[in-house]
């Protein structure tokens, strides 16, 4: 019997050496397939892109215990807020024609700012009444500027990708380039994430997700730490909002509708809520059946893309409700042999999970504990 | 209505309660209390369940505000300060239930109590020799709670009686001034116990103690004084002995029947 430290050591190398492959496989990849392929130009840059969105929504989940309906909403009114800064001439919205980095910082700002707000009003609520807010923020948001002609109107503002900044470049021309941005933002959104869960500030967060009652009484102001760290993953959802506006060029009230906020709930659900990772890997799974899967056609159901992926969704949700992460940590802990409160026996394993989703399935209580992400 | 001060408060009290009371809606949870604690007093608070104990230590730390009365703590006005500012002042607290962070490690659940106090707590970097320190304290703390062998374990997956050494730690890394434990003792065994009782006498002789109690070893064998509650008052204020001899006592505990 191998103890828990090996097991977690093994697991640790394991992913690292995943990890790595990845990362390299990704930063050669438009060097070795050609760089203006699909994958390049869209698939991967939207998965970068999203991921950021996802992940700062997995953020305040996993460490906050928040479960936020807003991000989709403030990538929108970042990339909205670009828009209206940045064109000018015929574009739609204010056309301010400001230096393309000088509107991107000032996008990013007031999104930062808008979040700070929308988390200090949410941020003395908590559970399904969080949801719920922030639900109403996205609504709000997708209202405002869909009503609103000075900012654009209905119909958005398009022509944002040709308004980059000299680095960024024309995006259909040369996708590489931002390709290669959101890959490095999305890097550092992620190490950022990271780094911060280990700061005083990051461990008091998760002290206020476990306990927040405790944290008061320890000297913690708990509205406030909710609205930093909520302001926090507004600044993240915002440069996913740029990337987004640079790679799609149009940003309209579309972009943050209800379609669009489920969407990314779906994503860092297939992902898996408890881990970071799983941002960018729901954003891939989700671009890439939205790409491929569209004609696949279902028996009795026909086929489209919502079957599908809510189809995925269902079996995610009722197999590991931590996602496709989680059923990595299931897969990890079955190959090498991390066996508490699990069993030796493959088949067993397998029953357990089985049995699990079918507890779950039922209403009924499943046989280990899981993570919040039920209380979803 | 007992408004008795303890004999040793000469010097400017710890905790004084004037006229608190504390009401959900038709219910006074607790009624018209009046207490002053000295520094450094071990004081007890017993009474029946629903006696209004825990209403009263959450209205000390600020869990709760008194719907009427004040509340001084260590000489200032505190009535409507919120818990985090009084626990800052120097006054720590455990609960009934754990309520500690369960997702975080023995030795994380430490930090965030000292941090809470000695404050940084909205730093978003890491300081090494900083954080090193806190981190060397909270070490100290756990090993004081005897819980030092599980510093990087989750709380999660300590036991009970764990979770209680953990929550002790906790209250004393903030180094306070004044303690306020809720029955610290509930579901330990009995050599738990009494590793608990010899951890309360042992306490610095300048924290000011307040413990809610229902085991009578412990209660009375660390308590100097004891105030007796029932459906949210004062009834009996002495020494463990004059508790001990007590008539009311021996009857909201047993009944007056047993008398016959």
């Known amino acids: 019997m191998r103890s828990l430290g090996t097991f977690q050591s093994r697991k640790q190398a394991t992913e690292r050496t995943a990890a790595g492959t990845m990362l390299v496989l990704l930063a050669i990849w438009p060097l070795v397939f050609s760089s203006n392929s699909y994958w390049v130009g869209y698939i991967l840059t939207q998965t970068f892109a999203v991921g950021i969105a996802a992940a700062s929504l997995i953020f305040l989940s996993a460490y906050g215990g928040m479960v936020s309906l807003a991000q989709v909403a403030l990538y929108g009114i970042c990339g909205l807020v670009l828009g209206n800064l940045v064109t000018s001439g015929q574009a739609k919205g204010l056309h301010l024609g400001w230096s393309p980095w000088l509107a991107v910082a000032a996008a990013v700002g007031i999104t930062t700012a808008i979040a700070l707000l929308f988390g200090a009003i949410a941020s003395r609520s908590a559970g399904i009444y969080f949801l719920m807010i922030t639900l109403t923020f996205g609504v709000i948001a997708n209202t405002f500027f869909g009503s609103v002609t000075t900012f654009g109107g209905f119909s958005g503002i398009a022509g944002i990708d040709t308004y980059t900044p000299g680095l960024v470049g024309n995006h259909v021309t040369q996708p590489a380039r931002l390709y290669y941005i959101a890959f490095t933002v999305a890097i550092i959104v992620y190490l950022l994430i990271r780094y911060i869960v280990r700061t005083p500030f990051g461990i008091a967060l998760q002290g206020v997700r476990d306990e927040p009652v405790r944290m008061r009484s320890l000297g913690y102001n708990v509205p406030l730490h909710r609205t930093l760290a909520f302001g926090l993953a507004g600044f993240m959802a915002s440069l996913a909002g740029v990337l987004y506006a640079w790679s799609i060029g149009v940003v309209a009230p579309g972009t943050l509708d209800l379609a669009s906020t489920v969407d990314l709930l779906v994503i860092a659900v297939i992902g898996g809520l408890a881990r970071i990772e799983g941002a960018w890997l729901g954003a891939f799974v989700f671009f890439a059946i939205q790409t491929y899967v569209r004609n696949v056609s279902v028996p009795v159901l026909g086929g489209s893309f919502n079957t599908i992926i809510g189809f995925i969704f269902l079996a995610i949700v009722i197999i590991s409700p931590n996602g496709l992460m989680g059923l990595w940590d299931m897969i990890t802990r079955y190959a090498f042999g991390d066996r508490g409160g699990g069993s030796s026996e493959p088949f067993r394993e397998l029953r357990r999970i089985v049995s699990d989703a079918w507890f779950r399935l039922k209403g009924g209580a499943p046989t280990r504990t899981q993570s919040r992400s039920e209380t979803l | ?260």
């Open chain 2, 1 to 260: 209505m007992a408004a008795v001060p303890s004999p040793a408060a000469t010097a400017e009290p710890t905790l004084r309660l004037r006229g608190v009371g504390r009401r959900f809606g038709g219910l006074y949870a607790v009624r018209d209390m009046s207490l002053s604690i000295a520094p450094g007093e071990r004081r007890a608070i017993l009474g029946p369940n629903g006696a209004g104990k825990t209403t009263l230590f959450n209205v000390i730390s600020g869990d709760l505000l008194a719907t009427s009365g004040s509340v001084e703590l260590f000489g200032s006005d505190v009535t409507f300060m919120p818990a985090r500012r009084r626990a800052r002042l120097g006054l720590a607290r455990t609960y009934q239930q754990s309520r500690l962070f369960l997702g975080l490690s023995v030795e994380d659940n430490i930090y965030l109590s000292i941090v809470g106090v000695k404050g940084g707590r909205l730093r978003p970097v890491g300081l090494p020799k900083r954080d090193g320190e806190i981190r060397e304290r909270a070490r100290n703390a756990a090993r004081r709670a005897a819980i030092d062998h599980k510093l990087k374990e989750k709380v999660g997956s300590l036991s009970h009686g764990e979770h209680r050494q953990v929550g002790l730690a906790l209250a004393l890394a903030a180094e306070p001034r004044a303690l306020m434990l809720d029955e610290p003792a509930s579901g330990l065994s009995r050599g738990e116990r009494n590793l608990l009782t010899d951890l309360l006498l042992g306490l610095d002789r300048e924290i000011t103690l307040l413990l809610i109690e229902h085991d009578m070893d412990v209660a009375l064998r660390v308590a100097e004084r004891v105030t007796m509650m029932h459906e949210g008052r004062v009834i009996v204020e002495g020494t463990p002995a004059e508790i001990r001899a007590d008539q009311t006592v021996h009857d909201l505990y047993l009944g007056s029947g047993h008398r016959e």
